[in-house]
């Protein structure tokens, strides 16, 4: 009897793999994915052949000539296959520091992807030759930039800092205070940060680094309703944002030339270096009753000054054209906001100066920070 009712057991599971078999290929779906359930990060994006400098879309199309690429994570089970796009997509990837696995025709390389978190879904792009994989950049990326603000809005992977787009992927670092690394789930909206990334063509800014601030740090953290009047330069004019300060506007407002003629506000353009008179508003913005295009070496004595440039001269030193003078409370800082000497600094390097501006174009700098 057992004998019997085993024989049907297994015929049954033989016509059911019939079954199966009969039904032929499902359809394709792009990209695959390893897990579906996903308990840790997501990594997804697209993948292409070549050496860090060819284009993307080329190395993509060599890709897809070459039968495409397998991906999978270092360690863990399953992997999925990029599409006629070159894209991939794999959940379930550990949190906190993974290693990704590119394998095709000649291609057998790996990349590290760390700073992963619960729920968090990171977008990269990649180029792989050889035993080689490293994180692509668009065409469109532009020049260095660093920007000081804080958070107006979190989603996914990406962050709004004084009205500005900030864009993360694999390779961006978040470090806490203390510079120890953390987590993008570390940042909450309301929250100063210090960003240092890539400019992009749209106003973005791809981070390769995000680190928490504390909100009385720097200057330009008032408390509501103080008179500010402060010169630095306009880094967004939608919203407008000076200095790293969110600057509004209303009726009353002031809207001046150089020479003190009316103008409107098509006329601020990125960049521009102007003066702003008016009440510190929550969040660090300020409610303007005046901004004034200014030259960028003509600041009046005593007014705030912000600005970035290279080291001429260390003995006195200058930067930017401006002797740059300092106190015993002057803060000199590394790129990680560490404490250096000015002993540290070097004719051609790049700093953020933040300080008084004095009679002869010089300034009294609160601040003197290496940038990269």
Same mark, same amino acid.
């Given at each position: ?22 039904? *032929? ?26 050496? =860090? ?38 959940? %379930?990837?550990?949190?906190? #520091? ?31 030759? *050889? ?6 950049? $668009? ?23 004084? *009205? ?26 309301? =929250? ?10 749209? !106003? ?17 953290? %008032?408390?509501? *309703?103080? +008179?500010? !009047? ?19 506007? %209303? ?9 003190? !003629? ?14 702003? +008179? ?23 004595? =005593? ?12 003995? $006195? ?37 933040? =300080? ?14 290496? #940038?990269?």
């Amino acid at each position: 009897m057992a004998n019997r009712f085993l024989s049907l057991v297994t015929a049954a599971g033989l016509a059911l793999a019939a079954v199966a078999c009969d039904s *032929g290929p499902a359809a394709p779906t792009a990209p695959n994915s390893i897990a579906v359930a996903s308990f840790g990060a997501t990594v997804q994006g697209t993948v292409g052949i070549g050496n =860090g400098s060819s284009a993307m879309s080329d190395g993509v199309r060599a890709l897809a000539s070459a039968g495409g690429a397998k991906v999978s994570v270092v360690g863990r089970t399953g992997s999925t296959m990029t599409d006629g796009s070159g894209r991939f997509t794999v959940r %379930d990837v550990p949190t906190g #520091q993974a290693e990704l696995r590119f394998e095709g025709s000649g291609i057998d390389a790996r990349l590290e992807i760390r700073d992963l978190a619960e729920g968090q879904t990171v977008t990269i792009e990649v180029q792989v030759e *050889g035993q080689k994989a490293t994180l692509a950049r $668009p065409d469109d990326h532009g020049s260095e930039t660093s920007l000081r603000g804080r958070i107006d809005g979190l989603n996914g992977s990406e962050l709004q800092v004084s *009205g500005r787009r900030v864009v993360t992927d694999g390779s961006t670092r978040f470090l806490d205070r203390q510079n120890t690394p953390t987590t993008m789930g570390a940042f909450k909206v309301g =929250g100063m940060v210090q960003v240092e990334g890539i400019s992009r063509s749209d !106003n973005s800014v791809l981070a390769t680094k995000i680190k928490q601030e504390d909100g009385d740090d720097d200057a330009g953290d %008032d408390a509501p *309703g103080i +008179e500010v !009047n402060f010169v630095g330069s306009i880094t967004t004019t939608s919203p407008l944002v000076v200095a790293g300060r969110t600057v509004m506007t %209303d009726r009353s407002t002031r809207l001046l030339d150089r020479q003190n !003629n009316p103008i409107s506000m098509g006329a601020f353009k990125a960049g521009d270096m102007v003066e702003v +008179e008016g009440t510190s508003l929550s969040g660090n913005s300020v409610l303007a009753k005046k901004i004034k295009q200014e030259d960028a070496d003509d600041d009046a004595p =005593g007014i705030e000054v912000n600005f970035v440039g290279s080291i001429t001269s260390t003995s $006195p030193l200058i930067v930017a054209g401006r002797t740059v003078m300092t106190d015993s409370s002057t803060r000199l800082l590394d790129r990680q906001n560490n404490p250096i000497t000015m002993g540290a600094f070097k004719p051609g390097d790049k700093v953020e100066v933040e =300080g008084s501006s004095l009679p002869g174009n010089n300034v009294l700098a609160k601040k003197i920070k290496r #940038q990269d």
